[in-house]
């Protein structure tokens, strides 16, 4: 069972228990004080408040008391281990489900990677030659850049299933992170060019990293591509990389249509999409900034994002 189902398993199993629970133990509440409030009555009618007789019925009224709470805590116990058990049975078909679903997913995103590179290798070919003209390598820069929109997507789906199934580990192993951010800015900027928009960087050089390369590369290139995507036309994207003693700092600002407060707790969640950012742009699944956020996390990192609508938002990552 994954981390989450085993969760909400856990979850389940505590409100089956704190429902029944909380049953029993008013019942059983109702009942004692029904059957003490008789016993008090009787006592009071036959015996002295400071006799013997009272006192031995007053130790019995304990025992019993202790002996219907030890019962009931009892109860509780087995109602928890039968509420784990029936969580079990309602969530694994669900889970099952789940599995199923992510593992078509990442078993078409796989078989979609040849065709999509073998499409990009001889777009990129045929746009080196000179005999076309501009026009037609405009139009073919839109499919190119169409092109890598959906390599991303794919990775995305695949590094998804990979990541929540833990079926691949990050390889962390020095590199240098200047010159990543660097290329990455670099290929991403006829994107940027198609939708109008000019980026900025700040990369301080020779910074080095301990981690995995390609995670790294897709968490960036999935912050840089949310900016650019949101990003209003003549808008201004400002990257920026520095390191401040023992921590590595990279930051993504942009000018855009921002995102709104209500979603702001929501934004790492698998496929939370705005409205608006769904209104702006149709394509892509709404795993980026979910995958960002485990890349992060494993990497022991952090991840920022201040946003204020229609006035743009700062992604700052420190590692």
């Not at 669900?94 to 065709?115: G, M």
């Not at 999509?116 to 026009?135: N, P, R, Y």
């Amino acid at each position: 069972m994954t981390n989450q189902y085993f969760g909400a398993r856990i979850k389940l199993t505590i409100m089956y228990t704190l429902i029944f629970g909380s049953l029993i133990l008013l019942l059983s509440g109702i009942l004692y004080h029904a059957f003490a409030q008789d016993i008090q009555e009787d006592m009071a009618s036959i015996y002295q408040n400071d006799s013997v007789e009272v006192d031995i019925i007053r130790y019995h009224k304990t025992s019993i008391r202790n002996y219907i709470l030890s019962l009931d805590l009892g109860i509780i116990l087995f109602i928890s281990m039968v509420s784990y058990f029936l969580a079990d049975m309602v969530l694994k078909p669900i889970e099952q489900n789940d599995i199923a679903q992510k593992r078509f997913t990442a078993h078409a995103s796989h078989e979609l990677r040849t065709p999509i590179a073998i499409l990009k290798t001889d777009l990129e070919v045929f746009m080196l030659d000179k005999t076309i003209s501009s026009k037609f390598k405009s139009i073919f820069a839109g499919y190119l850049d169409e092109l890598n929109n959906m390599k991303m997507i794919v990775e995305n789906m695949l590094a998804s299933f990979r990541l929540e199934t833990h079926q691949q580990k990050i390889n962390k192993q020095k590199f240098l992170l200047s010159k990543l951010i660097t290329n990455n800015i670099s290929q991403m900027q006829s994107m940027a060019k198609l939708n109008g928009v000019v980026i900025k960087s700040q990369v301080a050089k020779n910074i080095y990293v301990n981690g995995d390369e390609f995670f790294l590369q897709l968490a960036f290139r999935n912050v840089l591509k949310n900016a650019i995507e949101y990003s209003n036309k003549n808008g201004l994207i400002s990257v920026t990389l520095k390191k401040s003693k023992n921590m590595i700092e990279l930051s993504v600002k942009d000018n855009g249509i921002g995102i709104p407060k209500q979603m702001l707790n929501h934004i790492f969640d698998t496929l939370a999409r705005s409205e608006e950012s769904k209104n702006k742009r149709k394509e892509g699944t709404g795993l980026g900034l979910s995958i960002v956020k485990q890349i992060i996390d494993l990497h022991s990192g952090k991840i920022n994002i201040v946003s204020d609508e229609n006035l743009g938002t700062l992604v700052t990552i420190t590692i």
